[in-house]
């Protein structure tokens, strides 16, 4: 089965940087061939989109993260990461790393990132 595990959440201040680290294992296709993305969200909201690492369209990110968030994917190592600069508290959520393998979408458990004023 299609497994994801998020890891590199924290506290940080304001101004400061994260990156998460998401490794993706059981898929049935070459995980090459699969989307690998970032999702966020606060109890209680709807979960949002953060950035997307297509397997063939390139990169795309969410207004609120262009130009500060970067996702890149490692196919050798299954592995996708999120690299995020200049953090402010707004970005304070849980981080949910998501794949979608033949018209299914899989999920990690999250990881959460605060960011402190």
């Known amino acids: 089965q299609v497994r994801l595990v998020e890891s590199g959440g924290g506290l940080v201040q304001a101004g400061g940087s994260l990156r998460l680290t998401c490794v993706v294992s059981g898929t049935i296709d070459s995980i090459s061939t699969v989307p690998l993305g970032w999702h966020r969200q606060t109890p209680g909201k709807q979960r949002e989109f953060v950035a997307l690492?297509?397997?063939?369209?390139?990169?795309s990110y969410s207004g609120a993260v262009k130009g500060r968030f970067t996702i890149t994917r490692d196919n050798a190592k299954s592995t996708v990461c999120l690299d995020m600069k200049n953090l402010k508290p707004e970005d304070t959520d849980v981080y949910y790393c998501v794949t979608n393998e033949r018209g299914v979408s899989y999920w990690g458990q999250g990881t959460q990132v605060t960011v402190s004023t």
């Open positions: 690492a297509s397997a063939v369209d390139g990169n």
